[in-house]
């Protein structure tokens, strides 16, 4: 949700900007500051959850206006037809159902319940489209004289209309006369129910039941979608209830509680298609650097008499991408899942071309018989799960960063929204519920929510297999949130302990600290020493944003490791992690746009390589590239290092033994993505050149210089 009303929030702000642009060329005064809003419905929490979110969005113009509960819409939304060349809008009418669950935590291995939070209340919803307007006869209309133009649309609009026919005489013809019988519209139900007891409560709904009574003057119910656990959806009684709304509605089954908890679902493809099969032609380069992730061959749910029932009775278990057309009616069904297949296909035909066009793989090949060994004697890794910045695209996901260590243990270095089931992907030999619990620290380097949005999805499914929490370290206001959230969603609460960033800050004042205080914070770095082998945490202030924060490691298995998060160049940070083993940081910008990227307070590529060298670090890795630049971003200038930078993508895999060749592959990677198909991102976003450059001539533009 809270990435939802971002997106929401920033697509509107580009839109009303664009269209002030278009106004003030009319010489157009009447400009409005205010932006449109969204309107949420949800269940008893809902606005507290929302009024969370204050901690680390803001949005001010956008309203977000939210109705708890039993809601019916009087005025109808209006949606976008999703109809090939027509912009035409219709409108929703949105109702929905409240139940009341029980407490299921006492309920955690039973087969006939879902472990939810302590929430009191859930919803069900019903979408119900406008009536329908029938058939325009147009030869009908020609048989009886009627002149094309605007007596046709008064017909469609349901009104008589009088016209002078062809003898001279006056003509009355009503509209039903060339028009076809409507429809009252067409429903479609959302139905969560996880357990019995919610169940039984929508059995006995009003608002349900109607649509079973068939009256000729009711919308048609056209598909229900079931939100439920496999084996309360496969019940007979369920099976009963679900008979009595007619043979002609279709049914759909979601598995809320796929088996053995695997989270993200492993049998099952992925829509992120380019992503994933950009992934595989990189390994295809280097398997040791690049991981190649699961693929759809790998997963497919096998078909057996478990799963048999689900698509019988008109029942269909619903699975990414399956697509079901509502409007227009001539067109109702379920959409032939050729064409996502069709969809993939194509992507990784035009890959597989690419890469041997390119002779991308020879020159890996060569460069990595030169030498470069990729030899590894320890166990440890780094998988980065998102490189791009603020908005995730086809290419990159938002920042996520998961360091193992040789016990196997790991700490995650931000968990932008996505992150876990990016890792997953890149684990296709590993156990789900082994990497979850293997994961015993969090770094949230700043409080955007690029970076931390995937903390809510860990917390919660962490959870789910133990009781141990893990060590939380972020900003103050991420706490603040989370202390919130949880009020709410009971299924994050003890699933972490807290440590502020700027306790373990360079700049921190522990002689003040009381006994207590000191106490529990030595006590939580022990547990990065005892489960990671961390012996120094370290936190340094940087210019961003309020709370933002760079850390330093000591004894990872790849020794000093530092991380920049979202930052200006910090001589501060070069300072204090001098001799660092390996830096990643952040790359937003390419060089020559040093102006977009100070008024952004983020770094091009050549500042941060200028970082690493004031650091003297070994090795440097590039990462949280605009989206600008979705696969290699240029570089105006070489490195005088002895390792050349490493450019990060997601899936890739480092290892103490490969960091060598994975920085010696970048020419083989250009040829795979040449510079012009890098480009092409959308300079919206930023100022232009000329304007960013005239805004650092502002005095006192920046009031955190004294972190840089």
């Known amino acids: 949700m809270p990435g939802m009303i971002l997106t929401s929030a920033d697509i509107v702000k580009l839109a009303v900007a664009e269209a002030k642009a278009s106004i003030q060329q009319q010489n157009n005064s009447n400009i409005t500051s205010n932006l449109p809003g969204i309107e949420l419905i949800g269940p008893t929490g809902t606005q507290k959850i929302v009024n969370s979110l204050r901690h680390f969005m803001r949005r001010s113009a956008f309203e977000v206006k939210v109705r708890e509960g039993e809601y019916v819409e009087t005025k109808p939304t209006k949606v976008k037809r999703k109809r090939k060349g027509s912009g035409s809008e219709s409108s929703l009418l949105v109702q929905s159902i409240a139940v009341q669950t029980d407490d299921f935590n006492r309920e955690k291995d039973s087969s006939k319940r879902l472990r939810t939070a302590d929430c009191r209340q ?53 509209s039903s006369d060339v028009v076809e019988q409507g429809s009252p519209g067409v429903s479609t139900a959302i139905l969560y129910y996880p357990s019995i007891e919610c169940l039984e409560q929508l059995q006995n709904s009003k608002k349900l039941n109607i649509l ?49 908890q695997l989270i993200p679902r492993a049998d099952v493809c992925t829509p992120f298609h380019s992503a994933i099969i950009g992934a595989a032609t990189r390994a295809k380069i280097n398997k040791d650097v690049y991981c190649c992730p699961r693929l759809p061959s790998t997963f497919i749910r096998p078909r057996t008499s478990e799963t048999e029932h689900t698509q019988t009775d008109s029942c269909t278990e619903a699975t990414p991408l399956l697509e079901y057309v509502i409007m227009p009616r001539s067109k109702r069904g379920f959409c032939s899942q050729n064409v996502h297949l069709s969809h993939w296909e194509g992507i990784q035909r035009k890959e597989e071309e690419l890469l041997l066009k390119s002779g991308a793989v020879e020159v890996a090949q060569t460069i990595l018989g030169n ?67 293997g994961i015993r620290a ?78 529990s914070h030595n006590e939580k770095l022990k547990l990065l020493k005892t489960d990671l082998g961390i012996t120094s945490c370290t ?170």
């Open 122 to 174: 859930v919803l069900s919803y019903i979408f119900t489209t406008a009536p329908i307007q029938g058939k325009f006869l147009v030869e009908r209309a020609k048989e009886l004289g009627i002149p094309p133009g605007p007596l046709y649309g008064q017909l469609k609009n349901g009104k008589s209309v009088t016209f002078q026919a062809a003898d001279g005489t006056s003509k009355t013809v009503p």
């Open 212 to 260: 079973k009574e068939g009256e000729k003057n009711r919308p048609v119910l056209e598909v229900i979608i079931h939100m439920t656990h496999r084996d309360l959806f496969s019940a007979s009684e369920t099976k009963t209830w679900r008979m009595e709304f007619g043979a002609e509605v279709r049914h759909m089954f979601l598995d809320v509680q796929p088996p053995s």
């Open 442 to 519: 969090v770094w949230l380097s700043h409080p955007h929510a690029d970076h931390h949005l995937g903390i809510l999805r860990l917390l919660s499914e962490r959870k789910r297999l133990t009781d141990e929490p893990l060590l939380l370290i972020g900003p103050p206001n991420i706490l603040s949130f989370l202390e919130e959230y949880q009020t709410v969603d009971k299924t994050v609460q003890g699933s972490f302990v807290f440590m502020d960033c700027c306790d373990i800050s360079t700049k921190s004042q522990r002689s003040t600290w009381s006994v207590e205080k000191l106490h």
């Open 539 to 708: 936190s340094v202030p940087v210019a961003h944003c309020p709370n933002a924060f760079a850390v330093i490691l000591e004894d990872t298995v790849f020794g000093r490791l530092v991380y920049s998060g979202d930052c200006r160049p910090s001589r501060s940070l070069a300072a204090a992690a001098h001799g660092a083993d390996l830096l990643i940081h952040e790359a937003t910008f390419a060089d020559g746009m040093e102006a977009e990227a100070a008024i952004k307070r983020h770094s091009t590529v050549g500042e941060a390589l200028g970082v690493a060298a004031q650091m003297n670090a070994k090795t440097v890795v590039l990462t949280h590239f605009s989206q600008r630049y979705p696969k290699v971003p240029p570089v105006a200038k070489a490195t005088a290092q002895d390792t050349p930078p490493i450019f990060a993508f997601d899936f890739m895999k480092l290892t103490p033994g490969n960091l060598v060749p994975a920085s010696r592959l970048t020419p083989a990677l250009r040829l795979l993505y040449p510079e012009d198909e890098t480009g092409g991102g959308d300079d919206n976003e930023i100022t232009e050149g000329q304007d960013a450059r005239d805004a650092l001539e502002v005095p006192g533009l920046f009031a955190q210089s004294s972190l840089l």
């Open 371 to 437: 030498g470069c060994s990729s030899s590894n004697g320890l166990n440890g890794e780094l998988i980065f799960t998102g490189t791009g910045s603020a908005i995730p695209c086809k290419y990159r996901n938002v920042s996520g960063i998961y360091l193992r260590m040789e016990n196997r243990n790991s700490m995650l270095l931000d968990v932008g929204e996505g992150t876990i089931g990016q890792l997953i992907r890149a684990k296709p030999e590993e156990n789900e519920s082994d990497v979850l619990l």
